[in-house]
């Protein structure tokens, strides 16, 4: 297919028709009514914003999750604005079809209407980023500047996002590290297209994109934003429009760029729809796979009930690397690791190894021979000998690495991820084996699929 | 026992009686009137000098290997040196047993008279080391030196010979590295008997010992060798009091001296006459400590027919040092390696590693995945995932032991002794499996047995 056919295809796909965007915005009147309606009947003085890509238009055809915006004046006490928000979002979503409660920075209330998810949450009625209070705040900004500025690109930022989608980059979740939607608008913004975007990914992070000046208009703040970024090693530097200190692309990781980077180059040459939209992927054996590749693969299943992503999966990522740094210094070859989430408020951590036993000798370097020293090492040791100044011993160790890993456990000598340090002293440990809803992951793990930019 | 008991006891076994001192001296009276009769026949101005610890009277009881140097005048030129000293050699063998030619430096005949083995080499007859000029000229000056200075200490003499040779750190060959007995004997010169050697093994390494004061007549060249010496981080510098260039010490090893110090600060503490004389060692079976271990015994056993100990030696340990480096670079552990002879013409290369398969994959670490470089790993490989800012891959390699091996000898990535490398290459490889000949040696390496200091 010709580049044009492709994007037409796509965006035949993406793009609301009328009769879903007459729904959608039937649905946001209704619900912009009903709030001004509630907020009167408890008295309180609070604007309803709606914020995100509903918003901006710039949603995926099908993508109606709703956030509505529950505006407090800014001389509203944070403790104030926490009780009343949550009351005023309980009594809206009284009206509405059901909701439970769920708890970010604040809580606020996820209600459901009409099969549509509908966040209600508290913030404050910002004007400029001086007045930002609380992390929710500046979305009010940041919908109206890309409303004031999308000027009519709006699909282009569809083709991007959908795109973002297809290669498994998009969203700025620190368990996904890539880039949000946001940041998706602000390039089709700064660079005017979908295929202007992708034809830049080679230069993105050799740049500041700066869309709203402010390296002019507030020199000093935006430098040391640049500066600060660049120093901590970020693969692109989007200076926030309505928010000289921020970086909008703060979260993106160098793997998920890097994904882009290829994507879009691959793309550009043989544009086809297949990137925009995630084929079914075709999994092989896992046990099949670890017999080719000869290696063992150890799973620790993990009790997280309760524990939310945000957390989870950084805390997962941390005890991964503990377990890699600790295993090879106990002479095991880590050849990768993978966490994730699987089924009954369980997780996982699997890391492929070499092998399943080890050696069961480890040897002792030993100081000079001739040191005081190295006189006591010859006197507590059983078996000593010379290679070239120093002495040498061995000792006696643990060879299945299930016991090794349960020694480490109990000796609290692996850097596990703070809020899940017990859960994971409880892991259930299972060798070359896994449940059988964990097989798919598992084979895209040892296959390396999971990551392959070619797969 | 008592200390005195126990050196009462060794000099018993170690000193000659009377009956052997009456034999010992009608063999050399004899030798001497052999050669000068038959230089006389062959009218050649040869003068005979017995030197070794036959000469110097420090031989050991029963050890009576004979060397009979036939010194030609300075004046003689090298080759005339060479043809006529062999010629004589053979001359006085045809009146003794057997002989057969024998190569050092110079070929030289090996005969045997009365059941001894007697050595016939020609070498100059020098009066200082400024005269010196082929590898054996020095010794006739070490027999005189030895002699003037040793002031009946012979019996001293005697029992460090034993004890260096009861803890296996006695021969100055290049596959020994331990104390010559020249060292021996200049040791109990400079500190007067047995036990004043051994109460110093602790300052032996620290300063330098100089029976001759060379560091007073020829300032210049000795401190040159001191300096020398010590930059090359050898143990122990002895400036021969016959030649102030040389480091009596030069070939002792670290591992040897350490052996030696702390058999000494031990023999001091508990005198035992079992430091004097090897103990029948007790063997255990190889196998069951592979088993008890858990690792892998890999041994090359290699045809090196017509190599002499003092090249191949060295040779192997440089072979088994070739495969440490590269087989640990390939992902196994090298736990430690053992080489020697065997029978019937082979040594062998013993190397315990910590498995017999490895893992089939290898990551293969690329480049930065935005640079030009990075495009060219991304294309060539099929599988690529990024990790940071890098691009990774793996590449299928071989698993078994036996296999690798194979394969990087094929490909000529082992560095390999210059000697024998062509039969290295044609190595039998043997794993957890030993011929025979060598399953004590096996038991020796694995337990380590071979060099405990505590064994």
């Known amino acids: 297919m010709e580049m044009g056919e492709v994007l037409n295809e796509v965006l035949k796909r993406v ?3 009328e009769e879903e965007r007459a729904f959608v915005k039937t649905l946001m009147d209704e619900l912009r009514e009903i709030t001004e309606e509630t907020a009167g009947e408890l008295n309180l003085s609070v604007k309803p914003y709606f914020v995100g890509s509903l918003a901006k238009d710039t949603y995926l055809a099908g993508d109606h999750d709703v956030d509505l915006f529950l505006a407090f004046p800014l001389e509203t006490p944070l403790r104030t604005l ?14 509405l079809d059901s909701y439970e409660v769920a708890y970010a920075e604040h809580p606020y209330v996820r209600a459901s209407y009409k099969g549509i998810s509908v966040d209600l949450v508290p913030c404050y009625d910002v004007k400029s980023w001086r007045d930002v209070r609380t992390a929710v705040d500046r979305s009010i900004l940041h919908t109206r500047w890309v409303n004031e500025n999308v000027e009519g690109r709006n699909d282009e930022v569809r083709l991007l996002k959908r795109f973002l989608k297809g290669i498994q980059v998009y969203g700025s979740e620190v368990y996904v590290r890539g880039f949000s ?4 608008e602000l390039l089709i913004i700064e660079y005017g297209s979908f295929l202007d975007v992708l034809e830049r990914a080679d230069i993105l992070r050799k740049g500041v994109i700066d869309p709203a000046n402010w390296l002019d208009e507030e020199p000093e703040l935006a430098r040391r934003t640049v500066i600060r970024e660049r120093e901590e090693d970020k693969p692109l530097v989007v200076i926030d429009p309505v928010d000289p200190r921020r970086n909008v692309a703060a979260n993106l990781s160098w793997e998920k760029y890097g994904r882009f980077y290829y994507k879009s180059l691959e793309f550009l040459k043989r544009p086809s729809i297949d990137f925009f939209f995630l084929r079914q992927r075709h999994y092989g054996n896992y046990i099949d796979e670890l017999r080719e590749r ?3 693969l150890v799973t620790l299943i993990v009790d997280v009930v309760d524990v939310v992503d945000d957390v989870l999966i950084p805390q997962l990522e941390r005890s991964a690397r503990g377990f890699e740094r600790v295993l090879t210094r106990e002479g095991f070859n880590v050849l990768g690791w993978n966490v994730g ?3 009954g408020g369980r997780a996982f951590i699997m ?3 070499d092998r399943r036993e080890r050696e069961r000798v480890r040897l002792k370097l030993g100081p000079e021979f001739f040191t005081e020293r190295g006189r006591e090492f010859y006197m507590k040791n059983d078996k000593v000998w010379i290679v070239g100044r120093r002495l040498y011993s061995e000792k006696e160790v643990l060879g299945d690495v299930v016991e090794v890993i349960q020694e480490l456990l109990e000796r609290d000598q692996v850097a596990l991820g703070r809020g899940i340090r017990e859960n994971v002293r409880k892991a259930n440990i299972l060798v070359n084996y896994v449940p059988k809803e964990l097989a798919e992951e598992a084979y895209a793990f040892l296959s390396r699929e999971k990551w392959n930019l070619k797969g």
């Open 294 to 296: 000869g290696t063992t």
């Open 341 to 343: 989430r699987t089924g």
């Open 351 to 353: 890391l492929e190894l």
């Open 82 to 95: 926490r009780e009343r928000g949550l009351k005023l979002g309980r009594a809206i979503a009284e009206k």
């Open 15 to 17: 793009k609301p028709d």
């Open 181 to 184: 939607g946001y940041l998706a």
